[in-house]
């Protein structure tokens, strides 16, 4: 059965000088795959087998990020498991076109994809060293003395019994690194938050980007924060706001 390739994808493998090639061999193969590169928050993302498609709902944490950080002038951020580096790109650049002084740090446990974030770097901030960009399991190779303003992940958070329903175009395709989240979906989100407990400024956030299904109630057992639920527009849970402070 051939493939039914939507507008988008069309218009994606036009863009790329791929539309008039005999792309049946690709099967379900996400078409940001196919051309090695997604447009997120207007910056031209190379991917790759190696890293997760970055998703159009992950931009709403740029907001989130940008409303929390208003007030502020020097900002020390960090991404953790970054992938493509998508993320904390796109954050570079929102906060450098409001004039705020910026430091981030990058990681992944991944070192091709941490290869992929450091190419996309390169490429977009050719003249930039606001980002520092390495492997790291997650905080452990970050240097204990630097106190966030903001942490932002967006981990895997896929519950393992629903990988093998995901459609093919996941399941098949993206890093299988990248979507498991262990039995409950929760087991990278809570390492992150254990790790973070002593790592952000008075008044920093973190913001982890989760499971639908998730609510606050599944996090309250990691004592040491005040916890929030950011929805997407469709009005499911999707963002979990935690502040030092008593568990609410």
């Known amino acids: 059965m051939n493939r039914a390739w939507s507008i988008y994808e069309q218009n994606q493998l036009r863009k790329w000088g791929l539309a008039d090639q005999d792309l049946a061999t690709y099967g379900e193969m996400p078409v940001e795959y196919i051309t ?17 498609i970055p998703r159009v709902e992950s931009v709403l944490m740029l907001t989130i990020a940008e409303e929390l950080l208003a007030n502020k002038g020097e900002i020390l951020f960090a991404e953790i498991g970054t ?78 019994s629903r990988l093998p329903h ?25 390492k992150l938050l254990i790790q973070a407990k002593d790592r952000l400024v008075a008044d920093g956030v973190l913001i982890l980007e989760m499971d639908y299904s998730h609510d606050i109630s599944d996090f309250v057992d990691v004592t040491g924060y005040q916890y929030e639920i950011a929805q997407d527009e469709f009005g499911q849970n999707r963002f979990l706001l935690a502040r030092q402070g008593e568990v609410n």
Do not use: C, W
């Open 36 to 52: 090695g590169h997604v447009d997120f928050d207007g910056l031209d993302i190379l991917v790759n087998k190696d890293v997760l």
């Open 83 to 160: 992938g493509s580096g998508a993320i904390g790109m796109a954050l570079n650049r929102r906060l450098m076109e409001k004039g705020k002084r910026i430091k981030g740090v990058l990681t992944d446990v991944s070192e091709p994809a941490v290869e992929v974030a450091r190419q996309n770097y390169r490429r977009l901030f050719p003249d930039d060293t606001n980002l520092k960009i390495f492997q790291s399991d997650l905080m452990k190779s970050i240097p204990n003395e630097l106190k966030f303003d903001l942490i932002l992940a967006n981990l895997p958070y896929i519950p393992t």
């Open 166 to 190: 995901l459609p093919e175009s996941v399941k098949d395709f993206e890093p299988e690194i990248a979507l498991d989240g262990g039995p409950d979906g929760l087991t990278l989100l809570k």
